[in-house]
């Protein structure tokens, strides 16, 4: 009964590289939710997708970020042109279907750090 | 819009006294979920309880009790006699009826119990 799976744990770029975290859902969950926690701060909402379909970026920076949830395979948080201020820890959760009344179960997280 | 606030950043207890984290919330949705979550030194998010808006009832969970009143907006959560193991960050979070899938966190609360 596995859970949410990140990978990798811890990240490590240069600025200006391209950061790619992965995250597989709980089985029979379809629906993954990505946050970002600076340092000493709480988690802020980035990106809520189901499976082929953005539902809400609403959190998302507009440059450089991305992310997407294929038919096949994990869902990508792509950062492109790291900045330092992009370290922070990246989790990532799911929930069997979307709603309010979802509990989202999180992943381990992956920690970024730009130098 | 909502908003979570966990006015309490550190908490320091010595082992066996009972401590509380209070949360206050604001939302304009009247259905609407809280959640709690621990992060332990080892990072990951674990869920602890979700409490739907309708239900007012206090909770209790072994040494964990819950405590919800609507007409303050708040949930807190008690720890009955701390052990060292319940030192850890923890999250209260909100998600309404009009932001589904979009979760809001409080910026946690740092709990220390030492022996």
């Known amino acids: 009964n596995a859970g949410v799976m990140q990978n990798p744990r811890h990240l490590v770029r240069r600025r200006g590289q391209e950061a790619r975290l992965r995250c597989s859902p709980m089985?029979?969950?379809?629906?993954v939710y990505w946050y970002r926690q600076l340092p000493e701060e709480g988690l802020k909402f980035m990106v809520y997708?189901?499976?082929?379909?953005?539902?809400?970026e609403s959190g998302m920076p507009k440059e450089r970020f991305s992310a997407e949830f294929p038919k096949e395979g994990p869902s990508i948080l792509r950062i492109q042109q790291v900045v330092r201020g992009d370290s922070a820890a990246y989790f990532c959760?799911?929930?069997?279907?979307?709603?309010?009344?979802?509990?989202?179960?999180f992943g381990p997280g992956t920690r970024l750090l730009v130098l | 819009a909502q908003k979570v606030t966990q006015a309490q950043t550190e908490i320091s207890v010595v082992e066996k006294e009972d401590v509380t984290l209070d949360c206050v919330y604001e939302?304009?949705?009247?259905?609407?979920?809280l959640f709690w979550y621990k992060q332990p030194p080892s990072g990951e998010l674990v869920f602890l309880i979700r409490?739907?808006?309708?239900?007012?009832q206090n909770e209790i969970s072994g040494r964990y009790s819950w405590n919800f009143q609507k007409s303050t907006s708040s949930f807190n959560f008690t720890i009955t006699a701390s052990q060292v193991v319940d030192s850890a960050v923890y999250f209260c979070?909100?998600?309404?009826?009009?932001?589904?899938?979009?979760?809001?966190f409080g910026d946690g609360t740092t709990l220390t119990v030492k022996p």
């Open positions: 959760a799911s929930s069997p279907s979307g709603g309010y009344q979802e509990t989202q179960y």
């Open positions: 089985k029979g969950h379809s629906h």
């Open positions: 997708l189901q499976k082929e379909n953005i539902i809400d």
């Open positions: 939302t304009r949705d009247t259905t609407y979920y």
């Open positions: 409490r739907n808006s309708f239900d007012e």
């Open positions: 979070a909100l998600s309404g009826y009009t932001n589904a899938g979009k979760s809001t």
